[in-house]
């Protein structure tokens, strides 16, 4: 009555023990019917002794095989209760596979989503975008991280402080050629009073910011999901000559920031990376 089988589920695989519904329902129901029926042979038998039994010429073969009869009814009738009885808890385990079942696919899913946050967090964590979500108020530059020269900084408003504007020298485009300044629609930092932090950040904190619309800056999940679709974004896999791009491509990146937030938005253990 029981199955095992195996889910598939996005790379990871989940055992299964299933129990076979309709073989368990169609056999209580069987049995059933089948303790009614001999209960009615049984007192349609005894009717009948009884009937005969009042006449006085009794046939005694008939009598006895009649009585024998009655017997193997009874006893059958009582084994086929105790099976039905057993079918019944059957169901029960029945139930508590689906319960079980039901816990095994949720946190699977949270599993799912910690996952996919680790590929985004990977993304995340890359110079092109961790280069305009530094912990201090100076953007980034290069693989390493070092400091922006030329002495700018954050602002206010994220566009540079008094007349050093970020679009002094940065486009709405990447300018030609090495060591250029890259360029995109509305290019410049977070605001310093919703800093959106990323270097320094541990997977399970950055999780936690990200979906805070404290920090995030009164963002909900789909918002977020909408911003990944922006310039600022897309820009990191399009960075101008001479600048890497993160090791998952764009599709990649939004179908698992997309799993992750479909899938809980669940930030990963403290430790994990
Ligand atoms: C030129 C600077 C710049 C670059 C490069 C950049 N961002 Fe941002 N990012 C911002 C700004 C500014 C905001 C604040 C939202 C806004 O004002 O549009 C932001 C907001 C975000 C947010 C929302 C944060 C939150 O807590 O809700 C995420 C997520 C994000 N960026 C991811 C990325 C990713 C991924 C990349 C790289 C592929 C990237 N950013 C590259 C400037 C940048
Ligand atoms: C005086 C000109 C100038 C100003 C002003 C300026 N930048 Fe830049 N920026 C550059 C140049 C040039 C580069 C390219 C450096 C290189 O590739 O070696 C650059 C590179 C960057 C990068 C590096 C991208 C990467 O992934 O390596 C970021 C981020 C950046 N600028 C952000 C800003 C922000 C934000 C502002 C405003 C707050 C700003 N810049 C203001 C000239 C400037």
């Given at each position: 009555m029981f199955k095992n089988f195996d889910l598939n589920h996005r790379?990871?695989?989940?055992?299964?023990t299933g129990a076979l519904q309709l073989n368990q329902g169609t056999c209580t129901r069987v049995l059933y019917y089948h303790a009614c029926?001999?209960?009615?042979?049984?007192?349609?038998?005894?009717?009948?002794?009884?009937?005969?039994?009042?006449?006085?010429?009794?046939n005694m073969k008939i009598q006895h095989h009649s009585l024998k009869?009655?017997?193997?009814?009874?006893?059958?009738?009582?084994?086929?209760?105790?099976?039905?009885?057993?079918?019944?808890?059957?169901?029960?385990?029945?139930?508590?596979?689906?319960?079980?079942?039901?816990?095994?696919?949720?946190?699977?899913?949270?599993?799912?989503?910690?996952?996919a946050f680790l590929e985004v967090y990977k993304v995340l964590m890359s110079p092109r975008c961790m280069n305009c979500h530094p912990a201090g108020d100076v953007p980034l530059n290069g693989d390493d991280n070092?400091?922006?020269?030329?002495?700018?900084?954050?602002?206010?408003?994220?566009?540079?402080?008094?007349?050093?504007?970020?679009?002094?020298?940065?486009?709405?485009?990447?300018?030609?050629g090495l060591n250029m300044p890259p360029g995109a629609e509305d290019w410049h930092l977070p605001s310093s009073n919703m800093k959106l932090v990323f270097q320094g950040r541990s997977p399970h904190d950055l999780a936690m910011q990200l979906k805070d619309p404290k920090q995030n800056g009164g963002k909900s999940l789909n918002d977020l999901i909408e911003h990944m679709k922006t310039d600022l974004v897309k820009w990191g896999w399009q960075p101008g000559e001479?600048?890497?791009?993160?090791?998952?491509?764009?599709?990649?990146?939004f179908n698992q920031f997309k799993l992750w937030i479909?899938?809980?938005?669940?930030?990963?253990?403290?430790?994990?990376?």
């Open positions: 790379g990871s695989t989940v055992k299964i029926l001999n209960f009615l042979v049984l007192f349609l038998s005894r009717e009948k002794y009884k009937a005969n039994s009042k006449h006085k010429h009794i009869f009655s017997r193997i009814t009874l006893y059958s009738s009582c084994i086929i209760i105790a099976l039905s009885v057993a079918t019944l808890s059957f169901k029960n385990d029945d139930k508590k596979v689906r319960r079980s079942i039901y816990t095994s696919t949720s946190e699977d899913d949270s599993t799912v989503s910690q996952k070092h400091l922006h020269p030329q002495g700018v900084k954050r602002g206010v408003d994220g566009k540079g402080l008094y007349a050093l504007k970020c679009s002094n020298c940065h486009q709405t485009e990447n300018t030609p001479g600048r890497t791009t993160p090791s998952l491509s764009y599709a990649e990146f479909d899938k809980g938005a669940v930030a990963p253990s403290q430790g994990s990376n």
